[in-house]
């Protein structure tokens, strides 16, 4: 099994910054196209970002391009996500989750493994 745990979320001011860490212990994580995903208070879950197991191949959704950086160190078995210019609109509970493959997805169904989440809440 695979076990994946966020951390690394809390309260910002708009404008500011966080970066959100995802541990991953179990298999080998290298092995794994990783993604992060978030969910609003009434809304579905969301693609946040993605990257390939090697790191070659990242991909964002519309709202985080620019904003959002996802990086991953296979060494030390860590995925991030950095998150500048905070919004309100990017308060949510953020999810790391893993696949097995190479294929980055923004499909949440493509993705096998899930952590339990980190809050991020943005004020205005």
């Known amino acids: 099994q695979v076990q994946l745990v966020e951390s690394g979320g809390g309260l910002v001011q708009a404008g500011g910054s966080l970066r959100l860490s995802c541990a991953v212990s179990?298999?080998?994580?290298?092995?794994?196209?990783m993604g992060w995903f978030r969910q609003a208070p009434g809304k579905e879950r969301e693609f946040v970002a993605a990257?390939?197991?090697?790191?070659?191949?990242?991909n964002y959704a519309d709202s985080t391009k620019g904003r959002f950086t996802v990086s991953r160190d296979n060494a030390k078995n860590t995925l991030y996500l950095q998150m500048n210019s905070l919004k309100p609109e990017d308060t949510a509970m953020y999810y790391c989750?893993?696949?097995?493959?190479?294929?980055?997805?923004?499909?949440?169904?493509?993705?096998?493994?899930w952590g339990q989440g980190t809050q991020v809440t943005v004020s205005s």
């Open positions: 989750a893993a696949r097995t493959g190479a294929v980055v997805h923004i499909e949440a169904e493509k993705y096998d493994y």
């Open positions: 990257i390939s197991w090697i790191g070659g191949t990242t």
């Open positions: 179990g298999r080998t994580f290298s092995r794994y196209a």
